[in-house]
């Protein structure tokens, strides 16, 4: 990574107080009670903690889950588990509702005061990677720990060589259609489009033989555009050399694909496609309006009472990756931690096929724990789960991930609304990324 001047980071809690762009939604909420539920249990771990013989280990993360059922008998579960298998050490589980917790555990590092362990948002680790307060995990798990967890994934947490969080959960999106308006179109129902070319031909199609939207876009997001569809190729936005110097990466034909893709189906978007995000876009879909979107589980929608849906995985750039968007959590280990060894032990445990399925309202981010998901047992959410092991984001993580990502949402609107060509917005993007890492 490349060295950031003093007055770039001013300090931890200022940097992580600043909204990302790429932000993971909060977890599904869960009643009041829980609030009440958190008090009595660190109430009761206080007491606990004067049994301690060889050291307290804490974790922090959001009452949503570790409060609320069903997940707090897994919490407890990994707790009670990983005392009987270390002697002398106990758990103290912390935990605050989701909009306190999520400003919490930044001034908890910037005032000094860490957990052991605790739960990381994915648009957080870079500033909390960069500031030092997290432990390379890899030199205390055994060799071949992370192999079942998902690569892309995986990528999101690793800093300047070192893991500094293990996988805890992510999501990913998937291609949606239409097969009523596939057939009005004359498309084939039963075959989805599988690279760039097909689904751009494919939403033309539609547009112009039954006058309905062919794609969905969501440019009021204001994130990277259809970043699931450029993951699909095998590129990235930068480059991220082993000294730590960053370099664009856009003059690619991957990305003059992406965005030529985008520009030949601006015809086929809704024409409020400026301002509407993915939950708009999502509702639309649901109502019968629009041919193609990418989209997550669209469980908020009514998708699920009808029967013209079909899925299937993100179209490629060349036919042969299968890449798409997700986030989520990891589990860090603070390296101020006076029993290092121990509280990865206690993050491997909460990350644990045995127990993590059952923490969380997300999707475990590994294989083994995605087979002990209950929704990894619905015939629905088949191409979900095949989709997602090829989770994975734009760019490597550093200090200027939401800075890069605005410039390119920026840039694909010069293109699509402002009308720039693809040549003119490969250059300023290239322009305006070396401006900002070298800042």
Known sequence: MKKVKKWAVLSLALLLCISSLVACTAPDAADNSGTNDASDAQAQN?????????????????????????????????????????????VELQSDPWGDWEQKYKTMFAAGEPADVFMVNNPDFPTFANSGNLLDIAPYVEDGYFDDFF?????????????????FTTDCRILWYNKDIFSEAGLDPEKAPATWAEMVSAAQQITEKTGKYGFGMDLGLQEFPSQALYCASASTIINVADDGSITPNVDTAEFRAYLTALNDMKGTFEPDYTILNHHDVANLFAAGQIGIIIGNTLEATTIYDTDWYAQALIPSYDGTTNGSYGGGFGISVSSSCAYPEQAVKFAQMVCSAEFCADEISDIPASNAGVSNAEKAQDARFATYFEQIQYARQAQPKTLYYAEIDLAVNEVVAEVLVGGMSVDDAVAELEQRITEIVGQ
């Open 46 to 90: 206080t007491m606990d903690t004067a049994d301690a013989e060889g050291g307290v280990i804490t974790f922090y993360g959001f009452s949503d889950w570790m409060e609320a059922d069903p997940y707090k008998t897994a919490y407890e579960g990994a707790k009670a588990k990983f005392e009987a298998e270390n002697p002398g050490f106990i």
């Open 151 to 167: 690569q892309g994934v995986l990528g999101m947490y690793k800093w300047q060589g070192s893991i500094m969080a293990i996988p």
